[in-house]
Every structure is written in C-alpha cells, then in structure tokens.
C-alpha cells in the first residue's frame, strides 16, 4: 500500500529519456519521498545543452542509481513548474515577436 497524497495516472509506457548531443528529455528533481514505495516525484523536461528548459510532465519513480527508472504514474505539475510554462511560453512568444515572426 501506498503513503504518498497524490493521484496519479497510470503510465503504460516509460517517456523518453534519450538525449542527443545535450538536447532530449530527461527528468530532474526528487521531492515528496515515500518511503513505503521507497519512490519520489521527478518532473521531465525537454532539455537544451543539458539545461531544463521546460517540463513536460512529473512522475514518481523508484530510482537506485538515478540513471535506470520505474515508473508508477504521472502526477500533476506543482505551481512551479505551472510558472515554468508560463515563463518559457512567454519567453518563446516574445522572441518570435522580437525577429518578426508574429
């Protein structure tokens, strides 16, 4: 039995963790720490040159090495990464505007 809070989706499939040349997804963070599942919850991101840019999800995952992952489900996004989005979205909109784009 579980002791973490949130609900989550079931994941039928792990998402992508692959990187090229520094740019991909991978996942960063460890919060919310259940110690009866021994898991935690990491956000996914697209990355650019190893940098987060912007989540794309969170899930809790049981990790040994932080390097191989089981995934139990995808939760939602906390505030933070909700005003992540919103700074890269804006970020995004006024440098297309800024050369012309737009």
């Given at each position: 039995?579980?002791?973490?809070?949130?609900?989550?989706?079931?994941?039928?499939?792990?998402?992508?963790?692959?990187?090229?040349?520094?740019?991909?997804?991978?996942?960063?963070?460890?919060?919310?720490?259940?110690?009866?599942?021994?898991?935690?919850?990491?956000?996914?991101?697209?990355?650019?040159?190893?940098?987060?840019?912007?989540?794309?999800?969170?899930?809790?995952?049981?990790?040994?090495?932080?390097?191989?992952?089981?995934?139990?489900?995808?939760?939602?996004?906390?505030?933070?990464?909700?005003?992540?989005?919103?700074?890269?979205?804006?970020l995004a909109t006024f440098?297309?505007?800024?050369?012309g784009l737009l």
């Amino acid at each position: 039995m579980h002791q973490f809070n949130e609900e989550l989706e079931p994941v039928t499939t792990a998402p992508s963790l692959f990187t090229f040349n520094g740019f991909g997804f991978k996942l960063y963070g460890k919060s919310d720490y259940d110690a009866g599942t021994d898991s935690f919850m990491a956000t996914h991101y697209f990355v650019a040159l190893h940098l987060p840019l912007f989540p794309v999800a969170r899930y809790r995952v049981i990790s040994k090495d932080g390097i191989t992952y089981r995934f139990l489900g995808k939760g939602k996004f906390r505030q933070f990464e909700k005003m992540h989005v919103a700074l890269f979205a804006g970020l995004a909109t006024f440098l297309i505007a800024a050369i012309g784009l737009l």
